[in-house]
Every structure is written in structure tokens, then in C-alpha cells.
């Protein structure tokens, strides 16, 4: 075990916190709030995708 494995972990422990699926709009979050997806994560989930997109796609 180095450093280099503690990195790993690390970053795979964040990627848990995402879905693997979505929910959709008026379903329960994914995140057992509760709340609908739609009223909780997803603007959160869009800006982070919309950020991902002007990173890997460039200036549109
Ligand atoms: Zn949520």
C-alpha cells in the first residue's frame, strides 16, 4: 500500500456518491433524502454534468 492506493481509494469513495442510474425527474432522490429528484439533486447533478461537458466538449 503507497500513496498512490490511498489516492485510488480516495477517489473511488467519491465516486460513490454518484448514481450509477439516475432517478428521473418525480422520482426519490438517489440520495434517500426523501425528496423528489427533481426538488433535490438534480440541479446539482445538471451543473455538474454541464461543467463536465464545457471541460470535455469545449467552447460551443
Ligand atoms: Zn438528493
Redesign the pocket.
Known sequence: MGLFDRALNLLRSNEEKAPAQKPGRNDA???G?G?K?KK??LPEDEMKAAKACSLNCGPT
Open positions: 432522490c438517489w440520495c433524502s425528496k429528484y433535490c439533486h
